[in-house]
């Protein structure tokens, strides 16, 4: 399906352009308070009563650490593993059911253990070993490809634990200490074309997986249009992944920055016109229906109090400058519940599907005889991430016969045909058949407000064999003794 989809056109809706990606609005958690049952408790206790619908979770620390055991080769190899989180399938099972979308922060090219197990990836110092930044800390080296390898299987890992997004922050080169003494053996390429290249090939080995990328950038970055000599070139970072989140916190700013004369206290005019900026140099390349812009707020106070008022003034900067998205950084974990707005289930589900990731339109047919009997507004298509065929799951049951029911509880679709029983959790990519666990590489999500499902793998699971005509954009499921429902199908 890959090379169909390269060359697939969007076409599935009149309406997709118009239809907004969900508004995600989250905050930060550290590994140590996700596995804390007390601590996080009381975050998840704030989201459920608030607009929250997101968490960024740490998986592997500012160290360097890995936040819970995976059995992804490479990560094992390096042994940075500390389990914070001791069982990572509840601890995401548990956020899923609560509507919680699931990313996972990995720092990338500021690492302790990863240059111990390989100096060959870190940094080298002009006087030999590992160069180290003015906290003692190591580097990998953002030209070396196997410490690219390494940060794609951390990504990989989170996306097998079953994250829905893994964000790549300190993705850039170093900014403190003695930079003189750093050895940087010249491939031709600048920093900028580095940090893109890397972000792109993530992006594309973890699509791969089902899951999106993103990258935390400098605010400065918006505003500025080289890339402040640590790789960060709004536009290039842009084109290489599908979220980017600026650090907007108006403490970092210095005075004088962006006309403003002290941006700390004044913490709308620091965000809207960051924001403003993004949005023009992204309209000016072409990226604005590619990517979306999802910032980082502060959440704290540093030389100046942030309190409800402030973090609320942040938020609606945000809205007047016609995004949607937006985190809320707090070290500590403690957040300004006065500046969030209550929950409302119906406006955002954190897994519905972005527009954007809808491709073209693809015919499904049932022992050869077409189903027709789809929405128009929601047909067939292909998932531009996974090049999946994604099918709503309702009119594909009905058309084979089977029985779907709805575990409103835990958010399941539960498929019953011929003695077999499927059940479908939304924003999972782990189904059960007769009781065995499936992993998919793209899960159950929301397309207008339908339950979209990969076909392949969905009828497999009921005994079907499945083929793909790349040219003709058709999915044929052939299931023995199936008939189409009378009104669901035609020659």
């Known amino acids: 399906m890959s090379t169909a989809l390269a060359a697939a056109q969007p076409s599935v809706a009149a309406d997709a352009a118009e239809t907004p990606s969900p508004a995600i609005r989250g905050v930060y958690v550290s590994a140590s308070t996700a596995g804390d049952p007390t601590a996080f408790g009381r975050i998840l206790e704030m ?3 608030t607009e929250l619908n997101a968490v960024v979770v740490d998986v592997k620390t500012d160290w360097g650490n890995i936040s ?69 800390m190591t580097w990998l080296n953002p030209r070396n490809k196997g410490a690219w390898e390494y940060l794609v299987a951390v990504g990989r890992a989170a996306a097998k634990a079953g994250f829905d997004e893994v964000q790549y922050d300190y ?19 600048s920093k900028q074309e580095i940090i ?26 918006t505003s500025f249009s080289d890339d402040m000599g640590i790789g960060q070139h709004l536009e290039d970072v842009a084109g290489a992944v599908d979220y980017v989140s600026p650090m907007l916190y108006p403490s970092h700013y210095t005075r004088g920055n962006l006309g403003i004369p002290n941006p700390n206290a004044a913490p709308y005019q620091t965000v809207y016109r960051s924001l403003q900026d993004a949005r023009g140099r992204l309209a000016g390349a072409g990226l604005t229906d590619r990517v979306d812009m999802r910032a ?16 609320s ?78 099918v709503p799951l309702r009119t594909l049951t009905e058309a084979l016969g089977a029985q779907v029911e709805w575990e409103g509880e835990s958010r399941t ?47 497999q699971a009921l005994g079907a064999t499945v083929t793909w005509d790349g040219a003709a954009n058709r999915v044929d499921v052939t299931l023995p003794g199936a008939v189409c429902a009378p009104g669901y199908c035609q020659n």
């Open 47 to 49: 989201i459920d009563r």
């Open 68 to 136: 819970f055991q995976t059995d992804e080769p490479l990560v094992k190899e390096v042994g940075a593993t500390h389990a914070y989180i001791p069982d990572i399938g509840s601890f995401l099972e548990t956020l899923r059911v609560h509507r919680v979308y699931r990313i996972a922060r990995v720092v990338a090219f500021k690492d302790v253990p990863a240059v111990a197990a390989h100096p060959e990836w870190g940094l080298p110092d002009v006087n030999g070993g590992p160069w180290k930044d003015s906290n003692g």
């Open 171 to 189: 993705v850039r080169f170093p900014t403190d200490g003695d930079l003189d003494r750093i050895v940087y053996p010249s491939d031709g390429r």
């Open 196 to 221: 893109a290249g890397f972000l792109a090939y993530a992006r594309q080995e973890l699509h791969k997986e089902g899951i999106q990328v993103s990258a935390d950038v400098f605010g400065l970055v």
């Open 296 to 311: 980082w707020l502060q959440d704290f106070s540093m030389g100046y109090h942030y309190g409800p008022a402030e973090v």
């Open 313 to 390: 003034a942040e938020i609606q900067a945000v809205r007047d400058a016609g995004y949607t998205q937006w985190l809320l950084w707090n070290a500590a974990n403690e957040y300004t519940e006065a500046a969030l707005a209550p929950k409302n289930l119906a406006a955002d589900d954190p897994f519905a599907l972005p527009a954007r990731e809808v491709g073209a339109t693809v015919t499904v047919a049932l022992n050869g005889q077409v189903i027709t009997a789809f929405d128009p507004q929601v047909a067939p298509f292909l998932s531009r991430i996974s090049g999946r065929t994604l």
């Open 413 to 459: 679709a539960i498929v019953r045909y011929n003695g077999h029983t499927v059940r479908i959790p939304i924003g999972s990519r782990t189904i059960t058949v007769d009781g065995t666990s499936l992993q998919l590489d793209q899960g159950a999500t929301l397309w207008h407000s339908r339950t979209m499902v990969p076909v392949r793998f969905v009828t």
